[in-house]
Each structure stands twice: as C-alpha cells, then as structure tokens.
C-alpha cells in the first residue's frame, strides 16, 4: 500500500478560497474514478497551527496544506500521472500553487490507540480534528497513540528509506494535544524536517488566513 504525499504552498496570498474550492469540489473528488484510490485528504496548516509547529525546515516552511492518498500500490502511479495531465488540459488545475514535497511513501506501519475499538488498518477513515505530522527519521515505535487524543498513528517511507512521514490521527483537542506532541518530538532524534500539527478541511469553511487580512 502507498501513502501519496503533498505539501503544497498557495503562492498567491488571495488564492486560498479558490485554491481550496478547486481541490476540495472538483480535484479531490475525481482521483476516485481511478481504481486503487481509496482514501484522500487535505488538512491546513492555519495559523494557530504554524504558531504550534516545533520543527521545520526550508523546504517545507512555506506549505500551507497536506494532501493524502492512500493507494493499493505503484501500478496506480500511471493512471494518477495520467489524470493529472487530462484535467490540466480541461483547464480543471489550479496554477498558483507549489509542491515542495510530494510523492509515494510505502505504509511502513500503523498503530491504535488502545481506547479505539477499530483496527489500525481503518484509523484514517475514522473522523478525526486533525493529524499531527513528524517528517524526518524515523520517530514512532508505536508510543505516540499512548497520548492522550491519539487515536491512531501510521509511518510511511520513501523508495530510499531516508525520510519518513509519521501521520497521528487526532479525536482530542488538536492544539493541546500538539503541545504534548510537540515536548515528546524534542525529545526525538535530530533532522526533523516537521512536527505539528494541521487542522481537517471542512467543506466550504476557507477562510483561516483571510481572518488574518483587516477588512
């Protein structure tokens, strides 16, 4: 199984409605079509977010969003390619954006919570607030779901085996469990390329950073 990665920054500061329009009602939607696709997420990094991050390195400071899809396995990565290229021609794209980091991951592990009753093949489909996100080496043997408000956690790899992304599912507050989170990843190795946690995109509430612009 693979994990599809996306850390993407609006690079027009008045795009972000529009960005999050286009992803969440029409790009999101139509990776289902593709057969091996089974899951897709976006989640923001809002400002009280950025204000909770504990590491992060000059590659992916400037991201403002991560994309998750969850696929059966490579031979998906064709057709996924392939579909992005259709909807640029259909004019169906979004060009004031930038991925800085993005690509397949192999699902190294997943873990529960032992208060969740479902398995950890489901966390992801379980509703959550949140995800807390630790990018850099390895850091999870399976103890972040023993905080309070995790509900669940998966690790994913790159092809090298050389940078890892810890995804923790959050059903508690996300912001206080992300100061629990964020002590613990100090406590971590060094290299950590990010560590905080991002807010669940609900369905046309936008407008994080607008609320940073006066009227």
């Not at 899809?69 to 930038?98: K, T």
């Not at 090298?160 to 989170?181: H, N, P």
């Not at 509430?205 to 609320?211: H, L, T, V």
Request: overall charge negative.
């Amino acid at each position: 199984m693979l994990g599809f990665f996306s850390f993407t920054e609006v690079t027009d500061p008045a795009g972000h409605a529009a960005y999050n329009e286009w992803h969440q009602l029409d790009h999101l939607p139509e990776q289902f079509s593709l057969d091996g696709i089974f899951f897709g997420q976006r989640w923001v990094c809002s400002p009280a977010c950025r204000s909770a991050r504990v590491a992060v390195s000059p590659l992916l400071e400037p991201c403002h969003y991560m994309t998750l899809y969850l696929m059966r396995d490579e031979r998906v990565l064709p057709a996924f390619a392939e579909l992005a290229q259709i909807l640029r021609r259909e004019d169906r794209f979004f060009e004031a954006r930038r991925a800085h980091l993005s690509g397949p991951f192999e699902v190294a592990d997943r873990f529960v919570s032992p208060r969740v009753k479902v398995s950890a093949g489901v966390v992801p489909f379980r509703p959550s607030r949140g995800v807390y996100v630790v990018v850099g080496p390895p850091v999870d043997d399976g103890s972040l779901v023993a905080h309070d408000g995790v509900a669940g956690a998966w690790r994913f790899v790159d092809g090298a085996g050389t940078r890892t992304i810890t995804v923790a599912f959050v059903d508690g507050d996300l912001l206080s469990v992300a100061v629990e989170l964020g002590q613990w990843c100090l406590d971590r190795p060094d290299g950590l390329e990010w560590a905080g946690p991002l807010e669940a995109v609900d369905p046309y509430r936008w407008d994080w950073f607008a609320r940073l612009t006066p009227p």
